[in-house]
């Protein structure tokens, strides 16, 4: 192995903080290991090197020889593999993912044993939380054997049910799953297209209800009460559908007994005794509470046993009664509403009256499905009015638990995209209902705000104190911007880290942004989780309702590149829609269409602008910077396609490219001249970083000392103690660190005292002003005075012109750099190559 390849092996064995890595002696004891070792088991090297690898096992395992059996097996096969729970140093257990791997020379000799293990902690939390909350499904819907439960795909496919399914159907589940659940229908309603309209109903509505015939597998028929509900994700994707059915059967059977009962008893004046004893046994067993009352008296004639128990818990307390003392304000109004009915013109059959209403009753609080209707009043017989009342209350919660799970985030209880949407959408049809019958409100200014929502760095939250953490910070920031609302607005998570807020803003504009800074202010306040003390911000985009939209996708459109604008502007911040940001939105996104074609066709080069000493004007180096030349628009700035690629993540990609192009373009310099290049912060979320820029060198040739690395602050912000760590790993290849843009932004001496750069970079900004700034000049005198102290190089930006070249010579500069002293042109262009031949010939 050489010496690069060497350390470009330890680079990517130390890099690997994911991974615990350890080298092992023949006998298991610990002879080295890595970064990641150290972060999962909680030793450093030098406690645990010399130790038995068994230290990692508990009691048990150990007892039972589990650590020399796996390291056997490693011997004799080479690889033991095995997940389990492995101990860390204060004695804290976590799920691990263990291989270990046999090594052995070229003779076959046995060297030592490779140990790689990684916290699986939380996937197994996850499969577990997942199992339990399958199981907990599982019993629920088996649970259920009173409805029939269904799950379709989107084509309407059964793909699960449950056992009141397979009661009320007769298949099995092996025969219907992967069937179309059309099967259930007789063959007319096939024949119609009956089945695929209730589908299609549900999934442009939401939701299909419907009474009709069903077949089981015998081929009997049954009478169903059916619901579908349509299912889709955060994003509005259709999932499937819940198809719910009960059989109501022995219901409708009833209902048309005691139909049948009163048109006998009606007709048969003469068996107006059988009849009645018929119609009271059919009364008495039915399990809907049945009440008649004397229209005339007011009295209550009958009740049957179940509306006695319903509204009295006992029996005999409602027969002879007035009704309006006995019955709930609900059941007589509708009463009196039946009797009302019947007084219409002769000959017309009265109309029976039908509601659905949560009643008082003896037991509480209860959803009644009551139907009500006038009897009698014909000839001799006097007029009574008939009510039957069945409780539905549980069918409600049932389908009142399913709509919330498909209009809620299950996180926060926040409503969801898709509820986000509708409530939108009826919004803006209220408003323009409004507008068009002309009412005083719709022209007093009266406008609805859209807001869009991100958390700033979520996800290096995520990252680096794991979903836990995250959820919970979701949790108390939802809660937060919940309190922070007046009534009547609207708040929902989108999906992710994203939230929405719809709110009614009659000072237009400045409402919104009043709003806007109120959320910002109250996501503002740190939040405490088991120790951990998170501070985060919120980028808000505003959008107004009608003048950027009058549909709910276009003001979620706007608001959603409003959010894009405040992001890009420096978070923590809002920003208004405006229609430039739209035309903008379009470019970037044909910039990245064109980007990825660009890579592909290799469009992208270098072009090199020399450094050169401040004292005699030498040039000592060149900086790569990155240049497009499309083929239809030619020159692209960098400004435009840069921020796109750091977006897309395209810059790793790119950054690579950039750092393996340099480095052999360098290395043909015969001068021996430095090359600078610039990293994108974003490529510092890589961990492999150091690994292609040390693949770079070592492909070039190139010495790492002509190799200049330059970094933005951004980066000493953004996770500082993790990027500290990956800059050690570039100084250690041997590269010179450049701290690009000093003096702006959230410059810090700390930096300075955190990490040893090579170099500092004074902005272009002050350079602009040294001639004629006192300010100017001292800050630069200041950064030059504070870099010799330190032996720092400082290289100065942007001169244009010799008078702020000798200005910046006697203010102490290194190195200038600038148009003053040429612009960057391609490496062919360059004095090195025809240098290069020179030396050549001469040799």
Known sequence: MTASTDVLYRLLVQGVTDYAIALLDPGGVVVNWNAGAAKIKQYTAAEIVGEHFSCFYGPEDRAAGVPEANLRQARETGRFAAEGWRLRRDGTSFWAEVVMAAIRDDDGHLIGVAKITRDRSEQQRLLQQHREEERRFRLFVKGVTDYALYMLDPAGNVVKWNAGAERSSQYKAAEIVGRHFSCFYGPEDRAAGLPEASLRQARETGRFEAEGWRFRRDGTSFWAEVAIDAIRDDDGTLLGFAKITRDRTEKRLQRLQVIEAKEIAERHRDEHAAASAFLDSVIATMPSSVVVQDAATGLIRLANRQAELLLCRCTGELIGRPAAVVLPAAMAALMDAALAAAEGPAGTDPAA?????????????????????????????????????????????ASARIHHLAYHDGLTGLPNREFFRQRLGEVLAAETARGETGRPEASGGLSHAVLCIDLDDFKCINDTLGHPVGDHLLRVVARRLRDSLRPGDTLARLGGDEFAVVAAVPGAGAEAVALADRLIAAARQPVEVDGQRIETGLSIGIALAPEDGDTAD???????????????????????????????????????????????????GLHYQPIVRAEDGETVGYEALLRWHHPVRGPISPLDFIPVAEETGMIHEIGAFVLQEACREASGWA????????????QFRSTALAAQVAAALAASGLPAGRLELEITESVLLDASSNNLALLQQLKQLGARIALDDFGTGYSSLSYLCAFRFDKIK???????????????????????????????????????????ADCLRGAGCTTLQGYLFGKPVPAGALPEREGAAVLLREA
């Open 671 to 682: 001068s021996g001249r430095t090359v600078a290049v610039n990293l994108s912060p974003v």
């Open 353 to 397: 009256v039908t509601v659905e209403a949560s009643v008082e009753t003896a037991w509480g609080p209860r959803m009644l499905r009551m139907r009500a209707l006038a009897i009698g009043g014909r000839g001799d017989h006097p007029r009574n009015g008939l009510l039957i009342a069945e409780d539905v209350s549980d069918e409600h919660a």
């Open 762 to 804: 004074i902005d272009r900004s002050f350079i602009r002003e040294i001639c004629g700034s006192r300010e100017a000049l001292a800050v630069v005198q200041a950064i030059t005075g504070l870099s010799r102290s330190l032996g720092i190089v400082t290289t100065a930006e942007g001169v244009e012109s010799p008078e702020q």
């Open 554 to 604: 276009e003001l979620l459109r706007c608001a959603d590149l409003a959010l894009y604008e405040a992001k890009r502007t420096g978070r923590s911040r809002h920003a208004r829609f405006h229609g430039a940001l739209e035309a903008s939105a379009r470019y970037r996104r044909l910039i990245e269409t064109d980007l990825r074609a660009a890579i592909a066709r290799r469009e992208l």
